[in-house]
């Protein structure tokens, strides 16, 4: 009897520790709990409020805030063509900058005789390095530009290993993805900050969000324009300066409603006209955004992905479409 005695004491005593235990362990979850929805109701507000309520109110004066002329490298096709007509549609003169000069040619004079601005265009390939840069400086030293557009981009053809890409590859996806952003800023920022005015948008990627196996120098080129930008825009904002980070996911280039391979639908990647005319919206609101409501949440979703999970998706997704390429070629 004593023995039993002695046992039901010690379960009380153990049970008694174990409660302060359990009842300290459920406030850490509680709070823990707590503060993650908190977090995620402010990331869910924060998407209503940038790209849904600004379509209830009058359009920003893009043109009044940060000048009269824009300047967008990449502006012949994609992206950087669609965000410089949303710019010329609010009056803004454009300067487009590519490679392929009858391409811009076209797109200018599209855009001059749609939206009645005026446009000038300037053939450069950065995948050349530092030599092109002088040419800009000089074609540029009497324009004041008010909003810097760096759309240009070198892209995968399809994901692959690090080891199979090309060493000229490299030096085009660091001469262009990197570089050239720099540089571009480099030679306009001045005249901005003498200005006390004008905005910088460097256009990154969603894939930018978590390490990314077989986009590996891709999606980190594209880490650090979003660093690099969010960075330079808390040294700029005190300047009157506006830097943005738009972090896009897929988009439709031309009308098929294919994307790397897979069918995508439309309200998960917009075409580029779509896609520009939510980004340019967010211009001066936020400095840092996916630019499209959907993209945002596939964004905000990402972040709260763990690393492994989000590694074991774009590993399978890559894999196959490796796979797929290589039954193409």
């Not at 009380?12 to 929805?37: F, M, P, S």
């Not at 010329?88 to 601005?117: C, P, W, Y």
């Not at 306009?188 to 077989?214: D, E, F, H, W, Y």
Request: proline share 3%; charged share 20%; hydrophobic share 45%.
């Amino acid at each position: 009897m004593a023995a039993v005695d002695s046992f039901q004491l010690l379960y009380r005593q153990i049970a008694r520790t174990c409660n302060t235990y359990i009842e300290a362990l459920a406030i850490v979850g509680a709070w823990y709990v707590t503060r993650k929805t908190i977090c995620l109701v402010c990331d869910f507000y924060n998407i209503v409020r940038l790209h849904f309520i600004p379509r209830l109110v009058s359009r920003r004066d893009l043109m009044k805030h940060f000048g009269k002329w824009a300047l967008v490298t990449g502006g012949a096709d994609g992206i950087g063509k669609a965000y410089a007509e949303e710019l010329a549609s609010q009056g803004i003169n454009l300067i487009l900058i590519s490679h392929n000069r009858s391409k811009l040619e076209s797109t200018a004079t599209a855009i001059s005789d749609t939206f009645k601005v005026e446009t000038i265009v300037i053939e450069a390939d950065f995948t050349r390095g530092r030599e092109i840069y002088q040419p800009i400086r000089e074609a540029l030293k009497d324009k004041e530009i008010g909003i810097l557009v760096n759309s240009v981009d070198v892209p995968y053809e399809h994901p692959r290993s690090f080891l199979n890409i090309s060493e000229d590859k490299l030096w085009d996806l660091i001469n262009v993805n990197i570089a050239a952003t720099n540089m571009m800023i480099h030679i306009l920022l001045p005249g901005m900050i003498q200005r006390k005015k004008g905005a910088i948008v460097n256009i990154s990627s969603g894939s930018c969000c978590k390490p990314t196996p077989q986009m590996a120098m891709y999606s980190s080129s594209k880490m650090y324009l979003d660093h690099f930008s969010r960075a330079l825009h808390f040294e700029c904002a005190s300047k009157g300066i506006f830097v943005q980070s738009l972090l896009p996911f897929h988009v439709k280039t031309n009308t098929a409603t294919r994307t790397d391979g897979f069918c995508i639908n439309t309200w998960l990647a917009p075409s580029v006209n779509v896609y520009a005319h939510h980004a340019i919206s967010t211009l001066g609101v936020s400095h840092r955004t996916s630019g499209y409501w959907m993209h945002s949440i596939q964004f905000l979703f990402a972040q709260y992905m763990p690393e492994w999970l989000w590694v074991w998706g774009v590993t399978l997704m890559n894999t196959s479409l490796c796979r797929k390429a290589a039954h193409e070629s």
